[in-house]
């Protein structure tokens, strides 16, 4: 079964900071085999790494006052196709 779900965050224009979404309580059993992170135009994603549980992405960039999404979509061993979200506010600090 397939959830949609948004977190929040917040960063500094001139910060490149990772982000991770844990997937574990929904996958019981199943392991992460793929991701692809979609960053929103005005955000920069500088790396990307995934354990079998879990995907972070680092992100640097963004102008003052805007919200970004970055989205993770996942594929499972099993086959199971997934997506979360990261609402990123960008706020001067």
Do not use: H
């Amino acid at each position: 079964m397939a959830t949609f779900e948004t977190y929040t965050a917040t960063k500094d224009p001139n910060a490149t900071l990772d982000y991770t979404i844990k997937w574990g309580d929904w996958l019981t059993t199943d392991t992460i085999s793929s991701v692809v992170w979609t960053v929103e135009t005005g955000l920069t994603q500088t790396a990307a790494t995934n354990t079998t549980t879990q995907a972070t992405v680092w992100v640097s960039g963004g102008e003052v006052g805007t919200e970004y999404t970055a989205t993770c979509r996942v594929t499972t061993t099993a086959g199971r196709i997934d997506e979360r979200s990261i609402a990123i506010r960008i706020e001067q600090r």
